[in-house]
């Protein structure tokens, strides 16, 4: 059975810095591409980043380009999200995903999710 | 920027059937998925490629594409079925984008 727990959100002030976790298991974590997808009541379901399995392919939405960064380690079936020049607007829920294993266009499974919060 | 609309709810008796619509524009040029979320769990993919079903899906699901909108429809519907439904596609210059969902209410 596939599960995704995510860890690591927080009450942060702007600017600050997080890093998200995700421990996979119940697959072979190395042949999926992974994401983050983040919600708020106000502007619903946003995807911030996918990785592919081996780390060639990357990808983040506008509004965290520049600031997220999206890594794993396949050794370990973990995903990280660090999280830096955080703000305000950047407060949600992060989704742990697991896309396909050629395509990062849907997610078959989500984590329950970790709360961060930005706030002065 | 790229929107997917849904209306905000839909009720059905049970053993109705359902049909839950996605509007975008030039949404038949992309593949839309369809996620199930019920109140305290995790989101679960139930349609992909418009009308793939994964494993696990019941058949009472199906996913239907035409103009400018997809359509979920759910046959025969159960209590178990109510939840949040959205709608997702992959945009060539947006990324992911979801839809606002639509709440299933069974009667």
């Known amino acids: 059975q596939v599960q995704l727990v995510e860890s690591g959100g927080d009450l942060v002030k702007p600017g600050g810095s997080l890093r998200l976790s995700c421990a996979a298991s119940?697959?072979?974590?190395?042949?999926?591409?992974m994401s983050w997808i983040r919600e708020t009541p106000g502007k619903g379901l946003e995807w911030v980043s996918y990785i592919s399995g081996a780390t060639s392919k990357i990808y983040y939405g506008d509004s965290v380009k520049g600031r997220f960064t999206v890594s794993r380690d396949n050794s370990k079936n973990s995903l990280f999200l660090q999280m830096n020049s955080l703000r305000v607007e950047d407060t949600a829920i992060y989704y742990c995903?697991?896309?396909?294993?050629?395509?990062?266009?849907?997610?078959?499974?989500w984590g329950q999710g970790t709360l961060v919060t930005v706030s002065s | 920027s790229y929107v997917l609309t849904q209306p905000s709810s839909v009720s059905v008796a049970p053993g109705e059937t359902a049909r839950i619509v996605c509007g975008g524009d030039?949404?038949?040029?992309?593949?839309v998925h369809w996620y199930q979320r019920k109140p305290g769990e995790a989101p679960v993919l139930v349609i992909y490629y418009d009308s793939a079903r994964p494993s696990g899906t019941p058949e009472r699901f199906s996913g239907s594409k035409s103009g400018n909108t997809a359509t979920l429809t759910i046959s025969r519907v159960e209590a178990g079925d109510e939840a949040d439904y959205f709608c997702?596609?992959?945009?060539?210059?947006?990324?992911?984008?979801f839809g606002g969902g639509t709440k299933l209410t069974v009667l």
């Open positions: 995903a697991r896309g396909g294993t050629t395509a990062h266009y849907y997610v078959f499974d």
């Open positions: 030039n949404i038949g040029s992309y593949s």
């Open positions: 119940g697959f072979t974590f190395s042949d999926y591409y």
């Open positions: 997702q596609v992959w945009h060539s210059s947006r990324g992911g984008v």
